[in-house]
């Protein structure tokens, strides 16, 4: 087997070796500890029948743990300084191949296309740049990317948020958005000595498993996630009072909205972190006609 890239004393040897300094505005905090990367894998269940999609592979740390174990990964780097690294370090490995490409503007069913069509399954298996987190699972999602799961690193806040349940302080319109498509468990907490440079925050790594069934049929996902949103506004306010200043019109077609809340069995003087992933897809239906428009 080859060396590890990730060890600190290697890191240091291929960062120093093509000069390479880190941006912090790209959110490159790479792995430094091969035990860590090892069991992040561990959690995709990976064999040669699958297909990954990396994101910011960085110097390639977490991407040679994922070529060892796949078919084939696709990893999508946005800084251009470290294609040239790449291609040294994942030299040895011949299922690999990195595109450079913000991965929010990729054309990801072009891509899949291409380049997974013999494979069984697609996951995606990332040590997200956290700046840009929510935005890269939500287009994951939104476009409908037929991937199976992720296995992502993220920041542990975010983690909480997104695997939250009602009536929890963390509870919000990003684990409704997630969960609306998702089962989403942490896997691992990680500390932050395992990175180079060491971020600020506690890290967690997030198992996301695609739902068999949607929690609910809606007309509209784009506005459940509006209606979610917009009952969140104020967290302390009544759902009411939120999606009477959220919704467009909300203020003037208040009666409308009484009945949409009652229609969906939902007590208008309740909060919005009361509320289940059900509810809420009830609410946006009941809502819909009258208030989708603006
Ligand atoms: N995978 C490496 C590791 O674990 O050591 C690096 C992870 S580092 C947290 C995030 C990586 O994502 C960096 O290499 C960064 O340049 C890259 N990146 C940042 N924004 C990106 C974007 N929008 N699209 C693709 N890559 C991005």
Redo the contacts with the bound molecule.
């Keep these: 087997m080859n060396k590890d890239i990730?060890t600190p004393k290697r890191t240091k040897e291929i960062l120093e070796k093509h000069g390479f300094s880190f941006?912090k505005s790209?959110?490159?905090?790479?792995?430094i500890d091969p035990n860590v990367l090892e069991n992040i894998v561990s959690h995709a269940n990976l064999t040669e029948k699958v297909g990954v999609i990396?994101?910011?592979?960085?110097?390639g740390?977490?991407?040679e743990h994922i070529a060892r174990q796949a078919g084939k990964v696709v990893a999508?780097?946005?800084?251009g300084r470290?294609l040239p690294v790449l291609e040294d370090t994942l030299s040895p490995y011949d299922n690999v191949k990195v595109i450079h490409?913000?991965?929010?503007e990729a054309e990801l069913e072009t891509m899949i296309q291409e380049e997974f069509a013999e494979y069984e399954e697609i996951v995606v298996v990332?040590?997200?740049?956290?700046y840009?987190t929510t935005p890269i699972i939500m287009k994951f999602l939104l476009e409908r990317v037929p991937i199976t799961g992720m296995i992502i690193m993220m920041q542990k806040e975010v983690a909480d948020r997104i695997t939250a349940s009602p009536s929890t302080k963390a509870y919000g319109s990003l684990s409704i958005a997630i969960q609306y498509y998702m089962d989403a468990t942490v896997a691992m907490i990680v500390p932050k000595t395992v990175f180079m440079p060491q971020p600020n925050v506690e890290s967690a790594v997030l198992k996301l498993t695609r739902k068999e069934h949607l929690p609910a049929e809606v007309k509209d996902e784009d506005f459940l996630f509006k209606v979610s949103k917009g009952s969140f506004v104020q967290r302390r306010k009544t759902i009411f009072n939120n999606l009477q200043t959220s919704l467009p019109n909300g203020k003037a077609k208040k009666e409308l909205l009484i009945a949409a809340l009652e229609a969906a069995g939902v007590d208008p003087k309740r909060r919005g972190e009361t509320l289940t992933i059900e509810e809420f897809a009830h609410l946006s239906n009941a809502l819909y006609d009258d208030f989708s428009g603006e």
Excluded: H, M, R, S
């Design positions: 990730a941006k790209l959110g490159q905090n790479f792995l990396e994101i910011g592979p960085g110097i740390a977490l991407t999508y780097e946005i800084d470290l490409q913000d991965v929010l990332a040590n997200l740049p956290y840009v």
